[in-house]
């Protein structure tokens, strides 16, 4: 069975960086696509940045300048490094993985700005 791990979330103020790592249960090489989403309260699901296995990288107007995602194919782990965090960046951040056969969701990882 494939699991995707998020860890990294945390309480931090306005300017300030956090890691996310998304831990995968098989190697990297083997999905067609892989990304963060994000979801506030009342709000729905969206995309934070997806990279696909072609190499092409998307990401949200509101993270781009501020976030960047990256990867160690060793360790099987997906990264979101993000910067100047803003207080509409808080949420909750999934990782998120597609293979040929299925689309695979973390359980979440908490991020809170405060201001």
């Known amino acids: 069975q494939v699991q995707v791990v998020e860890s990294g979330g945390g309480l931090v103020q306005t300017g300030e960086s956090l890691r996310l790592s998304c831990a995968a249960s098989?190697?990297?090489?083997?999905?067609?696509?892989m990304g963060w989403y994000r979801q506030s309260p009342g709000k729905p699901r969206e995309l934070v940045v997806e990279i696909t296995s072609g190499g092409n990288t998307v990401y949200a107007d509101s993270v781009k300048g501020r976030f960047t995602v990256s990867s160690d194919n060793a360790k099987n782990t997906m990264y979101l490094q993000m910067n100047s965090l803003k207080p509409e960046d808080t949420a909750v951040y999934y990782c998120?993985?597609?293979?040929?056969?299925?689309?695979?969701w973390g359980q979440g990882t908490s991020v809170t700005v405060s201001s």
């Open positions: 998120h993985a597609r293979d040929d056969l299925w689309d695979y």
């Open positions: 098989k190697v990297l090489f083997s999905f067609v696509a």
